[in-house]
């Protein structure tokens, strides 16, 4: 049974949509509410934290107002990265988590992630359970006058969330001495980024720190590189940080203005972990993940299993396989040991710990070549459209072609209304000739 409202992570689209409007989000507050309540937990608490787009003023409102109709307590947190709100839901030993967000989207779209108590996002099973009580009859969930919840600020989330990340560090661990551009996507981390490497003696360069509600990802953060490339240049900086309008991913830059994705990040973690005996069975990639990478966990004889695109598909490997470090090309990280989702300002403390004795970040993330990959995503109306049978011979052909010289994946975007064409190979003119096909096709 596919599910009607989530998608790879959690509900998205554009605001004042179908979906995405006060009305509906009354519905999923409700919705969620009720569902969580019946989890019989003594304390019916929610949290809920958002990124910085202007939509957010409309949607918070109509997402608590749902909740405190269903009868759970709400604290709002206000703009947090999505891993502090993770990370808070859980120490705070709240029903349920809630982030208003639409990640690295552009500010008309909106959407919101949803958090258990233990931190993690929701299993399709649980999803696919509120998604049958958002259609029920609203007068069937809503509580009596006297069980009705109350609503609290709460100020204090971005202190709580850094203090967190810290505690999982030595307390000699600092930057002092290291020059740091951040690039804050005008996104959920642009207090938490900068406060938490300053706070740890880092000279600090802040970019993309001025949200307006409407330039959160434009032309900057992890989804637009040259901002954070052409900075680090500029400041003649030791490294940089980019993260994206939620801050769950992270892209780098090193002091020779080198980009550095999530797959070399993984890379050189997994290594280090390896040496420090901290890695745990493997790591997961993804369908996306580059085969370069797949060949040198072979060559350094650490195990290498993918996952559908997504990360919460990432963290449900890395649970059965009983991994510890798992992520994205995109920048999705999940570090097992510390952290339950991705988290852009964990992964770049992971990192600057193993930087702190000089070494340069050129040097650390420079672990294996990769192979030539091209992504062409195509704008749809419906993605359905990628089961039709001349869209499927396209690819077939395309499969044939380059097969024994790289591969293709073709797959629906889980976020957006696009179909993502992707092909790898060292036969370049081959690679771009069998992605094209595919693309012309579909548009």
Not at 31 to 50: D, L, M, N, P
Not at 277 to 282: Q, R, W, Y
Not at 338 to 349: E, M, P, Q
Request: charge should be positive.
């Amino acid at each position: 049974m596919t599910k009607k409202y989530f998608g790879t992570d959690g509900i998205r689209g554009a605001i004042n949509s179908k979906n995405i409007n006060g009305d509906m989000f009354f519905k999923f507050g409700l919705a969620s509410g009720t569902y969580f309540k019946s989890q019989k937990k003594r304390k019916q608490i929610a949290i809920i934290a958002k990124d910085t787009r202007l939509s957010g003023y409309t949607l918070e409102p109509a997402l608590v107002s749902g909740l405190a109709s269903a009868g759970m307590h709400v604290y709002t947190l206000g703009p947090l990265p999505t891993n502090g709100l993770a990370m808070l839901t859980k120490v705070m030993r709240a029903n349920m988590g809630i982030m208003i967000t639409a990640s690295h989207n552009p500010h008309n779209d909106n959407g919101l992630k949803l958090f258990g108590p233990d931190g993690m996002k929701l299993s399709d099973k649980i999803e696919k359970k509120i998604e049958s009580l958002i259609d029920k009859k609203i007068t069937k969930n809503l509580s009596k006058p006297e069980k009705l919840g109350r609503v609290k600020r709460l100020e204090t989330g971005t202190k709580d969330y850094i203090k967190i990340l810290k505690k999982n560090f030595t307390k000699e661990f600092n930057l002092r001495g290291l020059r740091i551009v951040i690039d804050c996507a005008n996104g959920a981390g642009y207090k938490a980024g900068p406060e938490l490497l300053r706070s740890l003696g880092a000279k600090v360069i802040a970019i993309g720190v001025s949200p307006n509600g409407l330039n959160i990802n434009k032309n900057c953060g992890s989804t637009f590189p040259q901002k954070i490339r052409s900075a680090v240049k500029k400041n003649k900086a030791h490294i940089g940080i980019s993260l994206d309008g939620d801050a769950d991913r992270i892209i780098m830059c090193d002091e020779k203005s080198n980009i550095i994705d999530g797959d070399q990040i993984i890379a050189a973690l997994a290594t280090r972990w390896k040496n420090k005996k901290m890695l745990k069975g493997g790591v997961v990639g993804t369908l996306m993940s580059n085969y370069g990478l797949e060949k040198f966990f072979k060559k350094e004889g650490i195990k290498f299993l993918r996952s559908n695109v997504g990360d919460r598909y990432v963290k449900e490997k890395m649970q059965k396989n009983k991994f510890n470090l798992g992520g994205e090309q995109s920048g999705h990280i999940i570090l097992g040991k510390f952290a339950s989702t991705g988290d852009g300002l964990l992964v770049a403390l992971e990192s600057l710990f193993a930087l702190r004795k000089g070494k340069k970040a050129s040097e650390f993330f420079e672990k294996f070549e990769k192979t030539p990959q091209l992504l062409k995503n195509v704008d749809v109306k419906d993605k359905s459209i990628i089961n039709k049978p001349e869209i499927k011979n396209s690819i077939r052909l395309a499969e044939k072609l380059i097969k024994g010289q790289g591969r293709i994946l073709v797959r629906k975007s889980g976020t957006e209304s696009k179909i993502r064409v992707m092909g790898e190979s060292k036969n370049k003119t081959l690679l771009s000739k069998c992605v094209n096909s595919i693309v012309r096709k579909i548009k």
